[in-house]
């Protein structure tokens, strides 16, 4: 069995006013003492790999696990945000639905990508998985659709996320997590 420990990252401040790349945009203080605690609640048992969006922000969120297991992060492209639900590059401007469900498709549907690669890396243990907020809850839709699971809580605030559990016989179940007492 694969148990995926889905996070997004902590608290990066206000994206409007970082005026340099998103990708490094950094950890605010708040965000390091969020990353600290999120640490200590996944390291209550064993961590055996650890995947990211190479946002900066994603990487610090998870290196305080990084740390404790003596574990090097791997970046992977699909974990990258996706711009309010951008659709497919060459698609924008094309005759999409006002209220275009084609962004958030191919956001779940990059987040599934992610997920096998990481699963075709790892088979079995425990891994973490660094993300942005805006793609856990299609990623999520994705899964009860696909899996018909019963729909999780929705994810709505930093300190929560999601274990996902991939079963050899295909089976898929998902969980949500939160953080006791969690800096806000």
Request: proline share 8%.
């Amino acid at each position: 069995m694969l148990t995926i420990e889905l996070v997004a990252h902590m608290d990066a401040g206000d994206r409007t006013a970082w005026q340099d790349d998103q990708d490094t945009r950094p950890l605010s203080e708040l965000g390091r003492r969020q990353s600290q605690r999120l640490c200590e609640a996944i390291a209550l048992e064993p961590v055996d790999a650890l995947f990211s969006s190479p946002a900066l922000r994603c990487l610090q969120t998870i290196e305080p696990v990084a740390e404790r297991f003596r574990l090097t992060i791997k970046t992977l492209p699909n974990l990258r945000e996706t711009n309010g639900f951008s659709p497919p590059q060459g698609w924008a401007g094309r005759m999409l639905p006002s209220d275009d469900p084609v962004g958030g498709s191919y956001a779940a549907g990059r987040l599934a990508r992610a997920m096998l690669e990481v699963s075709e890396q790892r088979s079995q243990g425990r891994v973490v998985v660094c993300t942005h907020g805006d793609t856990l809850p299609v990623f999520g839709a994705f899964l009860v659709g696909a899996h018909a699971l019963e729909l999780p809580p929705l994810a709505r605030q930093r300190g929560s996320w999601y274990t996902i559990r991939l079963a050899a016989d295909g089976s898929v179940t998902a969980r949500l997590n939160s953080v006791p007492d969690f800096p806000a």
